[in-house]
């Protein structure tokens, strides 16, 4: 029986596309049956009667559900006080093990409490593990661990082992939220081929079968986080790099010329890394003057004391650089050279493909962090700098996509420290997709770092001058996230208009500096945008707004659909609003936010280009219109989507942002229609820890305008809940905020639905398209949520969490009654 067994697993791996996995396990722990499915596609089974599962555990939800955080597989776990463990039946070889940690209580265990081990039969992965520390040091909500490690007896065991060993810890508990298991190609082995280099002594360094790694960071440099799903089958998830990066030379991210091929050579797998990554790159700039007086740098926060495995990914994609010595680099690991002479070109020209650029290319190298100082974390350094001596074409570097991965130590073990939780003022919420997205490790991951600073470390470092100015620059940036031309001496201007982020072109083609930076975001020519809107053909406007018009467009090649926003010059929405509405979207990144692909300031022009939304704005789809009108169920969704939104803004978001024009024009439809919060150009951040509002010129549109914020000038979040409402009530009576053809009393939408609840009347106003298809407890919870984000005084408005949560208790109410079909009326 055994032989036979054994070919079957042969053949399995055989028949298995690459990048396809011959092992897939995902385990929702403590879920409910039957499989559920998360936002990346993976279909997720419950551990309950799990055979792979023995000792003694109790299940349970979490305590509370923030609405940021999925639902799977995060939302239940296993707990136990005592050890348990969980083993694998697996086919031999390589494979990724992810660990989904969700810091909340459960059941009657704190999430404080919660301290424990995590081991197999030959590696130590976690000891002494805290999530609630991971989390709150990483500002994150929720953290996953990735691990690669080698499967040879065709088992592997998982043992959580709480830390009831010691009496610091007397309730101390082990918990596991999700766990995937999926075979992987031998991605990162060395080989007598590809031998990796120790940097520093310059000897080789083995990784092989016996080497296990954790993923600590895994970037798509100068291009947009890649989720699990647009990965190569393997779920892996590649953030963005422009945090990570030291100072404000952050150099421009580029994207690839449409004409250049990006094709794998014969001896990479696709597995390596999606194509994406090599799509996109970052490069030090059009300036050689600049680029020979500084490195272009990235910072990585890691554990000391263990070697790590850093690949660098790096594909030439333009059609200028085609030839040997045209762009070469040195590259540099903790300020020790890793390699001299880069040249991305005469790699690929080894493998003889017939071209020369477009070819996916990795570097390995090792590196040790020592922990000679006594610190838990240290950063590690990644400069790439012009190779001056080959005298190339083009004195500057390039760089797609960044992997760190930590090595075992001799013991065998990959734990390392936890991380001490900031004080609650310095902690920064973060998008909670990109916390899911990124979490791999103890580092930062999401384009966030964070670092806890000191008062002494302050008074020290303003003493001693502009280096320490400097210096404090940094760790501002590293703890902060800033962006800002303070956290480095280069000024951003060199990075204007003189060269366009859309090519890898190195020649200066203007001497005019913009002050808006191409590495916000992509920097598009006048030219471009021309193309794109077929030189702004009247046929393609799809309307026209305070700004200006909006025309439909397509970018690279007409593989990008785009919707291209054109600021009118004679409109009161200046350059102001223009800038805002670049440095708020480039730094925000959310499902249910507008995305904001680039811009264009030539030749006095302001113009926005951004994701193209299929369905247009939500008030096209409520009244004046020709098209159907929208259900009940889809109407809520909407709405919730956009709640999720300005929920995201008001506390995900680095500050409070306050959209200040909150309207059904301002809520687009994707062509699934996912609701997105667009036009930020009016938009404020939110006041400090010390003060409750922003004092500011009252702007916004009548109709939905806080009658508080008008009277007194004083902004707070609670603004954008009261128009909120406005928009709740648009979608509940499809009718506009305004309509002077009506009765005085009832011109004001925000003025007449109130009366009417309160002389319970308000069902005769609702849209008669939805009579009889609310069900009433619904209907009940839905006018109740809108009516509170009306109420005059802003202390008294729920903030966009409640809103958010009440509106999902809406749409539960009237999916559970959609069955008995009843109706308001």
Not at 140 to 163: A, D, R
Not at 814 to 824: F, P, R, V, W
Request: hydrophobic share 40%; net charge neutral.
């Amino acid at each position: 029986m055994h032989v036979p067994f054994f070919l079957f697993l042969c053949f399995l791996f055989c028949a298995q596309p690459i990048g396809e996995a011959a092992d897939k396990i995902f385990l929702n722990c403590a879920a409910p049956p039957p499989e559920t499915s998360d936002t990346d596609g993976r279909k997720w089974t419950t551990d309950i009667g799990s055979k792979f599962f023995a000792g003694y555990s109790t299940t349970s939800p979490a305590a509370t559900q923030d609405p940021s955080v999925p639902a799977v597989p995060y939302m239940t776990a296993r707990i136990s006080r005592s050890p348990f463990t969980y083993t694998f039946p697996l086919a031999p070889g390589r494979k990724f093990l992810r660990l989904h940690f969700h810091a909340a209580s459960y059941g009657a265990m704190n999430a404080s409490d919660a301290r424990f081990s995590v081991s197999t039969e030959s590696f130590t992965l976690l000891s002494n593990f805290s999530v609630v520390e991971t989390t709150q040091g990483l500002n994150y909500n929720v953290v996953v661990k990735e691990y690669s490690l080698n499967v040879e007896n065709q088992n592997l065991s998982l043992t959580f082992t709480p830390s009831f060993s010691s009496s610091s810890y007397p309730h101390a508990f082990a918990f596991i939220n999700g766990i995937e298991l999926l075979s992987m190609p031998d991605l990162y082995s060395s080989s007598s081929s590809s031998m990796i280099m120790l940097v520093g002594p310059n000897t080789p360094f083995t990784v092989d079968n016996t080497t296990a790694l954790e993923n600590i960071y895994r970037l798509n440099v100068g291009g947009n986080v890649i989720p699990p799903s647009r990965d190569t089958g393997l779920f892996r998830s590649w953030g963005d790099d422009s945090l990570l990066i030291y100072g404000a030379a952050k150099g421009v991210a580029v994207l690839a010329d449409p004409d250049v091929k990006i094709e794998y050579p014969g001896t990479l797998s696709s597995s390596v890394a999606p194509l994406d990554v090599y799509k996109t790159s970052r490069s030090m700039g059009p300036d050689f003057h600049v680029n020979v007086n500084f490195n272009l740098t990235w910072i990585l926060e890691v554990d000391s004391g263990f070697y790590y495995l850093v690949r660098l990914h790096f594909c030439e994609g333009s059609d200028e650089i085609t030839k040997v010595n045209q762009r070469v680099f040195d590259i540099f690991l903790n300020n020790q050279t890793a390699m001299e002479g880069a040249d991305v070109i005469a790699w690929g020209k080894e493998f003889g493909l017939g071209h020369t650029n477009g070819v996916p290319l990795h570097k390995d190298f090792v590196v040790f962090v020592s922990n000679s100082t006594g610190e838990q974390q240290r950063d590690l350094w990644l400069s790439l700098h012009p190779n001056v001596s080959s005298k190339p074409q083009y004195y500057d570097a390039i760089l797609n996509g960044i992997e760190v991965f930590k090595i075992n130590d001799t013991r065998g073990s990959l734990a390392g420290f936890n991380h001490v939780p900031l004080p609650k003022q310095d902690l920064d919420l973060i998008d909670p997709s990109s916390a899911r997205a990124r979490p791999h490790g103890k580092s930062p991951r999401n384009g966030i770092i964070v670092v806890v600073g000191c008062v002494t470390l302050v008074i020290v470092l303003m003493i001693i001058g502009l280096f320490g100015f400097v210096a404090l620059g940094r760790r501002r940036r590293r703890r902060h996230g800033s962006e800002g031309p303070s956290s480095g001496w280069l000024p951003l201007s060199l990075y204007g208009k003189s060269h366009s982020a859309v090519s890898a072109k190195t020649n200066i083609t203007g001497s005019y500096a913009s002050s808006l930076p191409s590495n916000l975001c992509r920097h598009f020519s006048f030219a471009e945008i021309k193309a794109a809107t077929n030189n702004f053909d009247e046929a393609l406007i799809l309307g026209v707004g305070g700004f200006g018009k909006v025309y439909k467009g397509e970018i690279d090649g007409g593989i990008v659909k785009v919707a291209i926003k054109r600021g009118n010059p004679l409109s009161e929405q200046g350059v102001n609003e223009f800038q805002t509405e670049i440095e708020m979207l480039s730094k925000l990144r959310h499902r249910h936010l507008v995305s904001l692909i680039g811009y264009c300031d030539e030749n006095t022009e302001m113009i926005l280009v951004y994701d193209y939304m299929g369905y247009g704005t939500l008030r096209e789809h409520l009244c004046r219109t020709q098209k159907p009108p929208l259900p009940w169920k889809q109407r809520l969704e909407i709405c919730i989507g956009a709640a999720r939104g300005l929920h995201y803004l008001h506390t995900g978001a680095k500050h409070t942002i306050i959209h200040r024009d909150v309207k059904t024009t301002n809520i687009l439809l994707d062509e699934k229609w996912v609701a997105k919060v667009s036009d930020f150009g009016l938009s404020k951040t939110g006041p400090t820890l010390d003060n409750t509002h922003v004092s500011t010129v009252v702007k916004g549109s009548f109709g939905y305008l806080d009658p508080e914020y008008f009277r007194r000038q004083q902004l707070t979040h609670k603004s954008d809940v009261y128009s909120f409402g406005v928009v709740l009530f648009e979608v509940l009576c499809a009718r506009p905020a305004l309509n002077p053809t009506l009765a005085k009393e009832q011109v004001s939408l925000a003025e007449w639905v109130p009366h009417c609840y309160q002389k319970g009347i308000l069902d005769h106003i609702v849209d008669p398209f939805l009579k009889g298809k609310i069900a009433q407890e619904c209907f009940n919870k839905f006018a109740e949520t809108a009516i509170k984000c009306l109420v005059d005084q802003g202390i008294e408005r729920p903030p966009m969490g409640d809103v958010l949560w009440n509106l999902e208790f809406a749409l539960q109410l009237q999916e559970s009654a959609e069955l008995n079909g009843i109706g308001i009326g």
